[in-house]
């Protein structure tokens, strides 16, 4: 069985998809871009706010489902531009205790939705 998650703390999706599904004791997020739940404006002032409003959506997902960032075994990090990568992982880094950090990959795409600079997507487990 699965369980859709969807909160109004983090932006409606814009496609076919849900925000997350739990299914058994782990979680799948939708990857979240720096979409304000409120407006569902993006918001690139910088990339460091960009990075910020992304983590800060996938807090809310998260916590819809009753977890935390320290339920997240696996992240993924998608970027347009790697010279980005040291700025965003500083913003990243923030959201999460080093010595347990989840498992991750960061990967230079063309694009991504939107046009946005960065895009998150997680595994957790309950």
Do not use: H
Not at 4 to 26: F, H, M, R, W
Not at 40 to 53: G, H, V, W, Y
Not at 81 to 100: C, L, P, V
Request: net charge negative; proline share 5%.
């Amino acid at each position: 069985m699965k369980k859709i998650i969807n909160t109004s703390k983090a932006p409606a999706p814009i496609g076919p998809y849900n925000q997350a599904v739990l299914t058994g004791n782990t979680l799948y997020t939708s990857g979240q871009i720096a979409l304000d739940p409120e407006t569902m404006e993006l918001i690139t002032d910088s990339i460091e706010a960009e990075t910020t409003q992304v983590m800060e959506n996938m807090k809310a997902v998260l916590a819809e489902a009753g977890l935390t960032f320290e339920n997240v075994v696996k992240t993924s990090i998608f970027i347009s531009d790697m010279n980005n990568f040291s700025k965003i992982n500083e913003i990243y880094g923030k959201y999460f205790d080093e010595a347990t950090a989840p498992a991750r990959e960061t990967v230079e795409v063309a694009n991504l939705p939107k046009f946005v600079n960065v895009e998150i997507s997680m595994i957790a487990i309950v």
